[in-house]
């Protein structure tokens, strides 16, 4: 089966410049989550869908970050303005459903790197 | 909220020597318990998950894990390390509907 899609690979960027992530889960995962990582952390969580609907966004800065699932599949990140403390790695995972017993199928990321 | 620490930011073992990677959690119930691992530049994979039953859990790469209740504690082992083991470790905890990732730890194999 085919992994979790993700891109670009890289991205550098002035600093308020804006940005967007691509992901394609696994096929049939209805949930699907962007990490933030950054450097020296473990991922933190930003976003989970449920199919097209918002689960949790709590830690998501909303002024500047947004996240879509339009048609319950692909999702894209966004980030406008971006500010040099976004530099981090962007990970995507999808699940068949929320927290099962298989966890998260992870794709490589997209590392950003704000100048 | 569940949190997980993981104590050792960083650890070198020399080639064919055993391996424990620490993992604290914090939650008010069992929680599913995991470990993944992440080779520079690679996303992460799932080496081994607790749910419940038997505490001594297997996983892929020759790695396997102990709950212990008592401690809220899950570490990781490998009898011998293999150079190809060099990589970031994460113990993450999940409960309801989301997991929590620790900081890490790195390994590093010595030859």
């Known amino acids: 089966e085919a992994g979790v899609a993700q891109s670009p690979r890289y991205k550098i960027i002035e600093k308020r410049q804006s940005v967007a992530f691509w992901c394609n889960p696994i096929?049939?995962?209805?949930?699907l989550y962007w990490y933030q990582q950054i450097l020296g952390q473990g991922p933190k969580l930003l976003i989970q869908f449920q199919n097209n609907g918002v689960v949790d966004d709590s830690q998501l800065p909303k002024d500047r970050f947004s996240a879509e699932r339009l048609k319950g599949v692909d999702s894209t990140l966004k980030i406008q303005p971006a500010k040099l403390e976004d530099s981090a790695v962007y990970l995507c995972?999808?699940?068949?459903?929320?927290?099962?017993?298989?966890?998260?199928?992870f794709g490589s990321g997209t590392r950003l790197t704000v100048v | 909220a569940q949190s997980v620490t993981q104590p050792d930011i960083h650890i070198t073992v020399s080639e064919g020597a055993s391996l424990e990677l620490r993992c604290n959690y914090s939650y008010g119930a069992t929680p599913y318990l995991f470990w993944y691992v992440q080779s520079p530049g690679q996303g992460l994979q799932l080496l081994l998950k607790?749910?419940?039953?038997?505490?001594l859990v297997q996983g892929i790469k020759g790695f396997e894990a102990e709950f212990k209740r008592s401690q809220s504690s899950f570490n990781l082992r490998k009898p011998s390390v293999h150079w190809s083991d060099a990589a970031e470790y994460f113990c993450?905890?999940?409960?309801?509907?989301?997991?929590?990732f620790g900081a890490g730890t790195r390994l590093t194999v010595k030859p």
């Open positions: 096929s049939g995962h209805a949930t």
């Open positions: 607790y749910f419940s039953g038997d505490t």
């Open positions: 993450a905890v999940g409960a309801g509907d989301d997991m929590r």
């Open positions: 995972a999808s699940s068949l459903g929320g927290l099962d017993k298989n966890g998260y199928t």
